[in-house]
């Protein structure tokens, strides 16, 4: 069976590309601190969970039901892993995915998330031709939030304390994008870069 994700995405500064074994301590320097994993799905992250999750993408695929697809994002410049990003396919619908990001702090604030996101999003809807994605952000994470609208997505839901999670009530929202959202918003696809110091 042929990769459906053979060669790296790319755009103007950054590449995303598989996990590969040498990710290993830049994968666990910036997923281990406390403000990352602060509205993350873990509590705390280190050598053993750095080598499970690389181990886990190995032979990985994007689109495979129920799993999530993650990637390293690297910017071109300096060859750097600065973050990841997750694709996770809807077991209950293949044509509907759910993305997700994470950025080292020393890399913030340079516009990166929106175009590694961007990239990215011109894969899932064009590559692979999927209908919708969505994204579900920590209310108490405004800097996501603005980081998914400003790429065209629409809150969709406000869930307010609707779960239990490390110690307290949490609220989510839940934002969406269509294809034809996108690609209206885009003609002619490409990755989009916002000026210095946009996220």
Known sequence: M????????????????????????????????????????????????????????????????????????????????????????????????????????????????TEALGCLLDFVFGTLGKHRISAVTDAENPAAASLFRRLGFRQEAHFVEHRWYKGYWDSEFVFGLLKREWELRSPGGGARVLPHGHR
């Open 2 to 113: 042929s990769s459906v994700f053979p060669n790296p995405l790319s755009s103007p500064r950054l590449l995303l590309r598989r996990l590969q074994s040498g990710d290993d301590t830049a994968l666990c320097s910036y997923r281990s601190l406390p403000e990352v994993a602060r509205y993350q799905g873990w509590e705390s992250f280190g050598p053993d969970d750095t080598a499970r999750l690389i181990e886990s993408q190995s032979h990985s695929e994007p689109g495979v039901p129920g799993t999530w697809f993650q990637l390293a994002i690297v910017e071109r410049a300096t060859e750097s892993m600065v973050g990841d990003c997750g694709l996770h396919c809807r077991q209950d619908d293949l044509r509907q995915m759910e993305v997700g990001i994470t950025l080292a702090p020393s890399h913030q604030g340079l516009g990166y998330a």
